[in-house]
């Protein structure tokens, strides 16, 4: 089986560096830990960019923990030899960057045409001015059901800085129980991967794994919300500049480029029938407001195709159907159609030119670069500690604790999750080393979904510098490293440990 437990190595995969003064799994815990830290101390005291901080740390990491020079930079002549550095940084921009550019074009959409205006503004009106975190969080819970965490993020952020924007406030107030609902239903409700594999490892029906995500993702999520307030009262921190500006240029363009054609159709007059309909058409829609139901259309059509696809990868055997359907459900090609839809209905219908569509698409990129980088040398951090044996070297260490197995399912996902930055894979790994240890019990199916549970919150707790979804909070929202680490992290460790607690005590009588 492939994510089966292996044996006990008695020598490190690696030997040099600090491992020559400290052997076995003692000297791979400690560098991850000097490395861990000195990575917090150069973003937060030194100040030294994150994307270089990151690389720096990875490298050095790296060299204690007995990598070579080929392992951590591959050859010059073309070999077989893989990269760390590299792998790690396309592995993770393999996925996110498309998503990334996708989703932030699809953002800049709804927040030129005024889209997420409306939106924002019709959740204020619906739940009030108090209550329009709250509208965030549900959102989150929602919207997180059928999409990724890292799609959640850049199709729902133009609504959040609306929020924002409207109240004055800080962007934490909305953004981070947004997060929470988006965090919560990733961990622990299919049709999410990492539930899912773990179902599929211990062999438990996704009926019960949804029942008991349910019954403890609720309670971690209300309980997140609780802080996400109390933190948001407490850190101001502003709708993110740059994302502001693009904004703002993008609007002016578009604003210029209809009092141009405005002017050059008066001029016109009549005589010339498409530009005169085109001009007054164009510039009695560009100033309509935009319809919600369009709105929410735009925003819908990615999560129901990707919801589509999901299921229908559960439920159904492999068939050109099933694959038509994951075609159109896939991230990459769900969030393209909804730009598309964005182009044509909050744009060209509107009485915008394919001009102002691509200056409000450029203009919304130029803050994507800084994202990209930090988010990819977060990928090769995680890379390298991977590479250098932490995780496995973590998993021999409890697996022969003789914790009860729910409360070391935790303690092995939360340990895999702070050495390697992965909610899924923290999920998967932990799943393959714990179901030995069930194969001999005669647990029932809730018991075992529970420890799912276990795990999956296992995986959530503390995000930190090691995480592609932390440079994405702290750099899509524009909120510091310092006050991501106040607010993301400790975020996601009150989720880990309400879901966990839940899950311990419903194990107690089930």
């Known amino acids: 089986m492939l994510f089966a437990a292996a044996p006990a190595a008695e020598t490190p995969p690696h030997t040099g560096g600090l491992l020559l003064l400290i052997d076995g799994t003692t000297g791979l815990l400690t560098v991850a830990a000097l490395g861990i830290a000195l990575l917090l101390f150069l973003i937060i005291k030194v100040r030294l960019q994150p994307f270089v901080a990151l690389l720096a740390v990875s490298i050095a990491v790296g060299l204690a923990a007995g990598l070579s020079v080929t392992e951590l930079f591959g050859t010059v002549q073309k070999s077989d030899a893989v990269s760390l550095i590299e792998s790690g940084m396309g592995g993770i921009l393999g996925h996110i960057a498309i998503i990334i550019g996708l989703g932030t074009m699809l953002g800049a959409i709804l927040e030129v045409s005024g889209g997420a205006e409306a939106l924002s503004g019709r959740l204020l009106a619906l739940f009030g001015e108090r209550r329009a975190p709250l509208a965030m969080g549900l959102t989150g819970v929602i919207f997180g059901i059928p999409v990724f965490f890292d799609v959640g993020i850049f199709v729902l952020a133009p609504i959040v800085y609306a ?8 962007i934490l107030l909305y953004c981070m129980p947004l997060l929470a609902g988006l965090s ?20 438990v029906d996704l009926g019960w794994v949804i029942l008991m995500g349910v019954v403890c993702g609720i309670p971690a999520v209300l309980a997140a919300w609780a802080y996400a307030a109390w933190i948001g009262h407490r850190v101001f921190v502003p709708v993110p500049q740059d994302m502001v500006e693009a904004a703002e240029e993008a609007k002016a363009a578009v604003a210029a480029e209809q009092r141009a054609h405005a002017g050059s159709t008066d001029k016109g007059g009549s005589g010339g029938t498409g530009g005169a309909g085109g001009g007054e058409g164009g510039s009695g829609a560009a100033e309509a407001p935009v319809s919600v139901g369009t709105v929410l259309a735009i925003i819908g059509t990615p999560l129901f195709l990707i919801l589509c696809a999901t299921f229908s990868s559960i439920a159904f055997d492999p068939s050109t159907g099933r694959s038509v359907v994951e075609f159109f459900g896939h991230p990459f090609v769900a969030l393209t159609i909804a730009l598309l839809l964005a182009y044509y209905l909050l744009g060209l219908r509107r009485g915008w030119s394919r001009k102002s569509l691509e200056t409000v698409s450029t203009a919304s990129l130029k803050p994507v670069g800084n994202i990209l980088l930090v988010v990819g040398a977060g990928g090769v951090f995680g890379a390298v500690l991977k590479g250098s044996g932490v995780a496995q070297a973590l998993a021999d260490a409890f697996d022969s604790a003789g914790l009860p197995v729910i409360v070391l399912a935790w303690l092995i996902s939360v340990v895999l999750r702070v050495a390697q930055g992965s909610a899924t894979v923290a999920i998967v790994t932990t799943a393959g080393i714990v179901s030995p240890l069930l194969a001999d019990g005669d647990y029932s ?10 795990i999956s919150a296992g995986s959530i707790f503390a995000s930190h510098v090691n995480d592609g979804g932390f440079w994405m909070v702290a750099k899509y929202f524009g909120i510091s490293e310092r006050d991501t680490l106040k607010s993301w992290t400790v975020l996601e460790t009150v989720l880990s440990v309400v879901g966990f607690v839940m899950a311990g005590l419903l194990s107690l009588v089930i």
Not at 184 to 203: D, I, N, R, S
């Open 163 to 170: 929020a924002a924007k409207r109240s004055g406030k800080s």
């Open 184 to 203: 919560m239903t990733h961990a622990f409700l299919p049709p999410h991967p990492g539930p899912v594999a773990a179902a599929g490892l211990l062999e």
């Open 445 to 454: 199916q809730a018991h075992l979904a529970l420890v799912i549970m276990a």
